[in-house]
């Protein structure tokens, strides 16, 4: 899904937490979005419509425009409910939740909502008593009954000083639901997808180990693109350097024997497993407790035994209706090794990549692949790594359909 010229309608109303629209704001602006800005009354209170309007560069929209003189002949409730491609409130505030789920019309926010028939998405921020009254929840019910997202806030130290459920969720989790919300498909409901990441590490001593240059790039696109899809998605992952927002469900582990116990052990949840890490294939036969010292040798050898195949163990053991799918990291006769593997493993797809080319395989933020299905079926698709885990996604749902 592109990211970039979405159209943002993004409300903030009157919390503390208002203070953090601006650096929310900007984070859409440098991912190449158009914003339009909403204040509520209570909002001016917390932050000012200035930084609001120098980083979107256009004016906000304030409660005093409703029906005025001035600007309500622009009708900006339906103009504004119309134009965008979403709308985002964060932080939004009990007034609001009770606003929205009671269709009122009597603020500009709440007539754009009445108006609205794009996606919403809500992130309530408040004290904890105040988000746990029945009230409250009643209210949050009625809003997601009438289609729109409401995103559980993060629990911490509150405003006042409580601690609890009701912060504002990052800007990162913020945006990745507003992505979520935006994604067209949404074929992935009610599956569970399992999705494998990253390297291993296999530890020869305490500080030093056998890896492979994986960044997990292409296994965390597979787990995102899946949650935008409506999956609930677990990612099993080797150590990597990116982030994962709560709703997917991250299982770090470290070596290849880990990542075996952690995706035996969660085979059966699963509708679809992708397994998109470099498992090593070798862990040293004996792994020392302590640093190996130079200790003036000049040469020095390890030896190493093979580890148990993750994919081959989970295709043996592959439910009805399961769908397997395995990747092929290759340097040269791709088809023929990756259709080798396809059938040894048991696999239902299976993605292959030529490592050795540029822009494809390990570290790069793009991809070049082909992926191949057990009944014979071949697609080429190159793209950034979120675009070929939308391909492989797509393959994968029609070959389980
Ligand atoms: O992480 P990035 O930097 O984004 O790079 C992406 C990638 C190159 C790592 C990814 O696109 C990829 O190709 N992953 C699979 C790498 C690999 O281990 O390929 P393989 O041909 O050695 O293994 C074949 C399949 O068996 C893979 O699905 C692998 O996860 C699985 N396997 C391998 C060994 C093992 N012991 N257990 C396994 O399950």
């Known amino acids: 899904m592109r990211k970039q010229n979405k159209k943002i309608l993004y409300a903030v109303s009157g919390g503390v937490a208002a203070y953090k ?12 979005c158009e914003i339009e800005t909403v204040l509520t009354k209570a909002a001016e209170a917390f932050v000012s419509p200035l930084p609001l309007s120098a980083l979107s560069k256009k004016r906000v929209w304030r409660e005093a425009d409703f029906l005025s003189a001035e600007y309500g002949w622009q009708i900006p409730h339906i103009s504004l409910a119309e134009w965008a491609d979403v709308i985002v409130v964060a932080p939004c ?32 921020a408040m004290n904890s008593n105040m988000l746990e009254h029945p009230a409250t929840q009643e209210n949050i019910e009625a809003c997601r009954k009438y289609g729109y997202t409401v995103v559980e806030p993060d629990a911490g130290i509150l405003a006042c000083g409580a601690e609890g459920k009701g912060r504002l969720p990052s800007a990162e989790t913020i945006y990745e639901n507003v992505w979520k919300a935006l994604c067209p498909k949404k074929d992935l409901s009610g599956k569970k997808v399992l999705v494998t990441a990253g390297p291993t ?54 070596t290849a024997e880990e990542m075996y116990n952690v995706c035996t052990g969660r085979q059966k949840e699963a509708d679809i497993i992708i397994k998109a890490a470099a498992v090593g294939d070798f862990r040293a036969a004996e792994s020392s407790a302590e640093k190996i010292k ?14 148990k195949d993750i994919a081959a163990e989970l295709g043996r053991n592959k439910p009805a209706g399961q769908l397997l799918i395995g990747f092929a990291a290759e340097t040269n006769d791709l088809l023929a090794n990756a259709e080798k593997k396809l059938l040894s493993k048991n696999l239902d797809l299976i993605v292959v990549n030529d490592v050795l ?25 190159s793209g950034t790594k979120e675009e070929v885990a939308d391909a492989i996604l797509d393959a994968a749902v029609k070959k389980q359909a």
């Open 21 to 32: 629209a601006p650096d929310i704001l900007h984070g859409w602006i440098k991912q190449g």
């Open 93 to 124: 505030t009990a007034n609001v939740l009770q606003s929205a789920a009671s269709g009122s019309a009597d603020t500009l926010l709440g007539a754009i909502l009445l108006a609205c028939r794009k996606p919403v998405v809500l992130f309530p």
């Open 201 to 254: 590490h296999e530890y020869i001593d305490p500080v030093r180990y056998l890896s492979n240059p994986s960044s997990g790039k292409m296994g965390y696109a597979l787990a995102k693109a899946a949650w935008y899809r409506g999956a609930e998605v677990t990612l099993v992952t080797g150590p990597c350097n990116i982030e994962t927002i709560s709703q997917i469900e991250r299982i770090s582990v470290t």
């Open 294 to 307: 130079r200790g003036g040798k000049e040469e020095f050898s390890v030896s190493f035994v093979q580890n």
């Open 357 to 381: 080319q540029e822009g494809a395989g390990f570290g790069c933020d793009t991809n070049s692949v082909t992926i191949i299905s057990a009944g014979g079926d071949k697609i080429e698709v």
